[in-house]
């Protein structure tokens, strides 16, 4: 039976990932799910998938569950048997990603990488952010018409990150058709399908910010890779293969994530109009706005652990080396945390999500996601009045972890100057 049959044959009963109707608004089954089985075992997978806020919190705050792949890992090591026991690149490099460590491998990492996520760092950005994102409107503003990910969704967050990394404009071309493989590569319904897309990103990508550390090692910048390269050069705290793996990492994590919560979000102010008029009319309101709309339809629907011990929750027992799936989506719609966890509201005052996860993994790029996202929007209500769906529909990726679109066309009165 093929690994789609498996997963059709199991989850069926429940939640049928590769249902269009699921795909579409996986909110009632998660509601059905809360209600009726919130900490639900799929024997065939080894695995629970835990839907209540509280559960999910509890367990992304628990170290008795651990982020590091375990030998069943599908992953990375379903294909190892299929490759004759080699890890590709892709597999290879993952494995000193921090998302998939534990403390204290997991904290020499981060606190590397944190010192260029301070908010003040972020603060310092936000004219760059905003001028790229001038940059990115000014060829459609006058038409009135645009597809919001090509434009502008799916284009900024890469270039954000490759300037932050400081990868020469001539070099950022396929960045993103990179990541875009990587993130079709993992895709938890793919899973084995886009392997060779995916090492031939990674490899791709490493090749090019080995070239871009060779020019800093010459002449460092006042970029993050020259900080990288300072924390490798003083000895052990960081190696040649951890810091091309945090690179590939840091351009990968954040660039669809970024792109699904826009398009997620102008799609939802869309399909509310109210919602949009309030914020036109206050435009104040974008920061609430963009919590409200991480938690509404957030981009990463899944987070991962594996419990290191037996633990007990709510009367189940997950045993030691069972995996459990933290449906982030859910947690967020439930209603024992949000009262009318399916209404969009711009105003909500509890921004307590768990869009960016909790605890020890929480989003390290969760202040620059908010700035671009922030940024964003504040420009789209400014510089586009009557902004609107366009005649086509909206096309849904396949994907269920990375939710989001591939297409959103809309409509708006043409120019207007800012
Ligand atoms: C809306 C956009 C984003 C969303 C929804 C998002 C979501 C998440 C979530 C849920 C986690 C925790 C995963 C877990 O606990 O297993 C995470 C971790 C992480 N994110 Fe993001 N992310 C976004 C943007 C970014 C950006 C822009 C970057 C960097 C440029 C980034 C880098 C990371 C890294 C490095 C981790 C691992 C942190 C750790 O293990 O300590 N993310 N993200």
Redesign the pocket.
């Known amino acids: 039976m093929s690994a789609e049959e498996q997963a059709r044959d199991s989850f069926v009963h429940w939640l049928n990932p590769f249902d269009p109707a699921f795909r579409d608004n996986p909110y009632s089954t998660y509601h059905r799910l809360r209600e009726r089985d919130p900490i639900h075992l799929l024997p065939e997978f080894n695995l629970w998938c835990l839907t209540r806020y509280t559960d999910v919190q509890a367990v ?1 705050r628990d170290p008795r569950f651990s ?1 590091e792949p375990t030998s069943d890992d599908p992953n990375l090591f379903r294909n190892l048997r299929e490759s004759g026991g080699e890890l590709g690149p892709l597999a290879q490099t993952m494995l000193h ?3 998939l ?1 534990d403390p204290p491998h ?1 904290t020499r990492l ?1 606190d590397l ?1 944190n010192k260029a ?1 301070t908010p003040r760092h972020i603060e310092a950005m936000r004219p760059r952010i905003g001028a790229i994102v001038e940059q990115l409107l000014e060829p459609v503003v006058e038409a009135g018409r645009m597809d919001l990910v090509r434009d502008l969704a799916h284009p900024l ?1 890469v270039i954000v ?1 490759a300037e ?1 990394l400081g990868v020469p404009v001539a070099d950022q071309g396929e960045l993103k058709q990179w990541s875009d493989d990587m993130a079709l590569a993992l895709d938890p319904l793919q899973v084995g399908a886009h392997r060779e897309e995916g090492d031939r990103a990674v490899r791709e990508m490493t090749k090019l910010f080995e070239r871009v550390v060779q020019a800093r090692r010459r002449a460092p910048r006042d970029d993050l890779l020259s900080a990288l390269l300072a924390a490798e050069e003083q000895g052990d705290r960081l190696s040649m293969d951890e810091l091309l793996a945090t690179c590939v ?2 351009l990968f ?3 669809e ?2 792109t ?2 826009l398009g997620n979000g102008v799609l939802a102010l869309l399909q509310n109009p109210h919602e949009l008029g309030l914020l036109q009319q206050d435009p104040s309101l974008v920061r609430g706005a963009v919590e409200e709309l ?1 938690r509404y339809d ?3 629907q899944f ?3 594996v419990a290191k011990q037996d633990v007990e929750i709510d009367g189940r027992t997950l045993r030691a080396g069972q995996r459990a799936m933290l449906i ?1 989506g859910s947690a967020n719609h439930d209603p024992a945390q949000f009262p009318d966890p399916d209404r969009l509201d711009v105003r909500r005052s509890d921004h307590r999500h ?13 202040g ?2 908010r700035a ?2 922030q940024i964003a929007l504040d420009t789209l209500v400014r510089r586009l009045p009557g902004l609107r769906l366009g005649a086509e529909p909206p096309v849904r990726r396949p994907s269920i972890a990375l939710r989001g679109l591939s297409s959103l066309p809309v409509v708006f009165e043409g120019r207007r100057s800012h």
């Open positions: 992304l982020s990603w921090m998302p460590k997991h981060r990488v996520f967050p990150i932050m990492l840091l994590a954040g660039n994530t970024t699904n919560l991480l957030s981009p990463l987070a991962a652990r982030l768990l869009a960016f996860g909790f605890g020890t993994h929480f989003c390290l790029g969760a620059l996601a671009e996202a």
